[in-house]
């Protein structure tokens, strides 16, 4: 099965910084990925799908780029509500793992 | 409006079984790919299983030959029967699905909480 390796696994920011997090996947999957949110006690909220395509609702300071084998999410400038935890998926046809999960605290 | 609602899951002894239940409205199962994706207690988020509209199913290695999905069109129902169940299987079980044709879960049940234990 197609690994997802995320990084880092934490990071501290402060309101109004640029975050880049990423995802290196274990083989090369064109633009199969998307980005999720999630808060505590919710289920994941779509952010990006097709790697760089914005979820309809979704602020624009969320981006997605990459193809192939490595993506990045970038938030251009961190609002509060945008403190969570965040996940990469992979949509191979036989697997659809996700990252390991990138947790954005407040510095 | 898209709705995903989980249902069946409880208090399960080790080696025992379950079936977990995602009713959905607004759109058609068996039309759509489904997925079940499940969460640990504190942990990150897992793929467990999906559904092709065409029928094919996949499964992740640490539930397969122990779990399977299936759909029941009548009552536009998703389904996970999970058998031999371990304490490692303890998770929030999610039902997802995507409504257009590309790479993303754009709609999520609540999930529904398995625990397994003795």
């Known amino acids: 099965a197609i690994q997802l390796t995320q990084s880092p696994s934490s990071l501290s920011a402060s309101v109004g910084d640029r975050v880049t997090i990423t995802c290196r996947a274990s083989q090369g999957i064109s633009s199969a990925l998307a980005w999720y949110q999630q808060k505590p006690g919710k289920p994941p909220k779509l952010l990006i799908y097709d790697a760089s395509s914005l979820e309809s609702g979704v602020p624009s300071r969320f981006s997605g780029s990459g193809s192939g084998t490595d993506f990045a999410l970038t938030i251009s400038s961190l609002q509060p509500e945008d403190f969570a935890t965040y996940y990469c998926?992979?949509?191979?046809?036989?697997?659809?793992?996700f990252g390991g999960g990138t947790k954005v605290e407040i510095k | 409006e898209v709705q995903l609602v989980e249902s069946g899951g409880g208090l399960i002894q080790p080696g025992g079984s379950l079936r977990l239940s995602c009713a959905a409205s607004?759109?058609?199962?068996?039309?759509?790919?489904m997925s079940w994706v499940r969460q640990a207690p504190g942990g990150g988020l897992e793929w467990v299983s999906h559904i092709y509209s065409g029928g094919a199913t996949y499964y992740a290695d640490s539930v397969r030959d122990r779990f399977t999905i299936s759909r029941d069109n009548s009552q536009n129902t998703l389904y996970l029967q999970m058998n031999s169940l371990r304490a490692d299987d303890t998770a929030v079980y999610y039902c997802a699905t995507n409504t257009y044709d590309d790479y993303g879960l754009d709609y999520w049940g609540q999930g529904t909480l398995v625990t397994v234990s003795s």
């Open positions: 607004g759109f058609t199962v068996s039309s759509n790919y």
């Open positions: 998926q992979q949509f191979d046809t036989f697997s659809n793992t």
